[in-house]
């Protein structure tokens, strides 16, 4: 069975300080790994997968397949980085299968 | 390029009725599917469509079902609605190329009563 943990509803950080939003998973196989983000009043879209290694906004996130997870880390939080964050997983080559989501609120 | 359009934003049925909600796929796509989502929940996968045939299901009753015409816009129609279908519904499609970058529609905020 495949599963999406992200077990922070709500993460508060300054301004500058570091920022890192968990997610771990469960499934058998080699799936694939992303980052969606809603920024408020806008639709979901795609912040980064973990096959293109890229850094999206200064965002990165690495997939660690021996503890199953993969973080999304930021050195310096910025206050535009504020949404909700969803961690999602694909192992069927189709259907995206999403965690709860992590609300991150940057503040000044 | 234009987006993923859903419609319509909002409606309100009765438990019971009958709804039907439309999405426009992303010029060049010819996969799509639908999520819901409801309250402080992340999307759950409904099905997908892809050359207008069902590819793959979620854990939804057959009361959920949907279709996708030629020109890969897509449909989800729900029988006998229930108050836990109040949700928001998401489309999304993809290219075949990227079948798993999913670009999504802004949703239709469903509400039984």
């Known amino acids: 069975a495949q599963r999406v943990t992200q077990p922070e509803k709500l993460l508060s950080v300054f301004k500058g300080a570091p920022v890192e939003l968990k997610c771990n998973y469960s499934?058998?196989?080699?799936?694939?790994l992303f980052w969606y983000v809603q920024y408020s009043r806008q639709r979901l879209q795609l912040l980064l997968r973990h096959i293109s290694r890229e850094s999206i906004k200064g965002f990165t996130a690495d997939l660690n397949k021996g503890e199953t997870s993969f973080h999304l880390k930021k050195p310096f939080a910025q206050e535009e980085d504020s949404a909700m964050y969803y961690c999602?997983?694909?192992?069927?080559?189709?259907?995206?299968?999403f965690g709860k989501g992590t609300s991150l609120l940057v503040t000044p | 390029e234009t987006g993923v359009t859903q419609s319509p934003t909002h409606l309100i049925k009765t438990r019971g009725q009958q709804v039907t909600l439309r999405c426009s796929s992303q010029s060049g796509h010819n996969t799509v599917s639908w999520y819901q989502q409801a309250l402080g929940q992340g999307p759950q996968f409904i099905f997908q469509y892809y050359r207008e045939e069902e590819n793959g299901r979620g854990n939804f009753p057959p009361r959920f079902s949907g279709l996708q015409f030629p020109n890969y816009s897509s449909e989800l129609n729900v029988n006998a609605l229930e108050l836990d279908d109040s949700a928001l519904y998401l489309c999304?499609?993809?290219?075949?190329?990227?079948?798993?970058?999913?670009?999504f529609g802004q949703g239709t905020r469903l509400t039984v009563v």
């Open positions: 999304a499609s993809s290219s075949p190329q990227v079948p798993t970058e999913a670009f």
């Open positions: 999602a997983l694909s192992g069927s080559g189709y259907a995206l299968n």
């Open positions: 499934y058998s196989g080699s799936p694939e």
